[in-house]
């Protein structure tokens, strides 16, 4: 990775995180190196998406490159708690983040209270630790409605108030929200909030919501205003490292 841009104040790099899922094919074996050249362009800390496979190696290459990891996408709902607690002890991970649950659970209320009560469950034993759990979400959580309203909506009303929001603005956007308005409505629950500066892919779906492509900068600033963590995440066809790149010059920009 070429370091094309130049580092954030500290300021700026605490509020500024990527998603380690952008980066996925340089894993593996290149780890390591890839974290230290993340650390180069400025990250203070990242966003792991396997905190299971090796805790311990993970969190060594951490150190390393001088990063944290305080967010963490872990697969709580096919995970016993109790390892993903154990990862997130020896990472340094701080609050667990579940990626996905399924679309069909959103089709009505009986679905939605059934996984709002999984994962107060996860909250409540992560807690016992001084962990929190949180819930990051796609488009359908905001397309399917439940009782005219955004099933996403239900869910957070159902979920325990320790269960904190790590919202992906543009996946948002296409399920039908204006971020615009939830950003600061919510703004007690959101600790994190994804991002990304690239044009949508071919295949992606309408938006029905508010865009937010090409505002994105308003987007960030709303996050700044709530102290929410701004995570980066790069979705693209071939090699990630330009759209990195010109992403967190992007965002490193849009904080200072």
């Known amino acids: 990775m070429t370091d094309t841009t130049v580092p954030p104040s500290a300021d700026t790099a605490s509020a500024l995180s990527i998603q380690l899922y952008s980066l996925r094919d340089r894993l593996g074996d ?10 180069a362009l400025g990250y203070a800390q990242v966003e792991p998406y396997d905190i299971l496979s090796d805790p311990e190696q993970l969190a060594r290459e951490l150190a390393a490159a001088g990063l944290t990891a305080p967010t963490a996408h872990v697969k709580l709902l096919d995970t016993p708690v109790e390892r993903a607690i154990a990862a997130a002890r020896t990472v340094g991970v701080e609050t667990l983040i579940v990626p996905w ?22 909250a409540a034993r992560a807690a016992e630790h001084g962990l929190r759990v949180g819930y990051h ?7 399917a409605r439940i009782d005219g309203r955004p099933a996403w909506e239900v869910l957070v009303e159902l979920l325990d108030e320790r269960v904190v ?18 950003l600061p ?14 044009e949508p892919e071919p295949d992606d779906p309408p938006t029905l919501g508010v865009p937010v492509v090409g505002r994105m900068r308003e987007v960030t600033a709303l996050a700044a205003d709530i102290g929410a963590l701004v995570v980066v ?10 759209a ?13």
């Not at 409505?185 to 690239?198: G, Q, S, T």
Request: cysteine-free; charged content about 30%.
């Open 30 to 39: 290149r780890r390591a190196a890839t974290l230290a050249a993340l650390a």
């Open 101 to 122: 649950a399924e679309p069909a659970l959103f089709a009505d209320r009986a679905g939605v209270t059934a996984l709002a009560e999984r994962i107060n469950l996860a």
């Open 137 to 143: 979400n796609h488009d359908f959580e905001f397309s």
């Open 165 to 182: 929001l790590e919202v992906d603005t543009y996946w948002a956007s296409v399920g039908g929200a204006d971020v615009f308005e939830l």
């Open 185 to 198: 409505r919510l703004a007690d629950r959101i600790r994190a909030v994804h991002v990304n500066d690239e």
């Open 244 to 256: 990195v790149e010109r992403n967190t010059r992007f965002f490193a920009e849009a904080l200072s």
């Open 233 to 242: 995440e790069v979705v693209v066809d071939g090699d990630p490292l330009p």
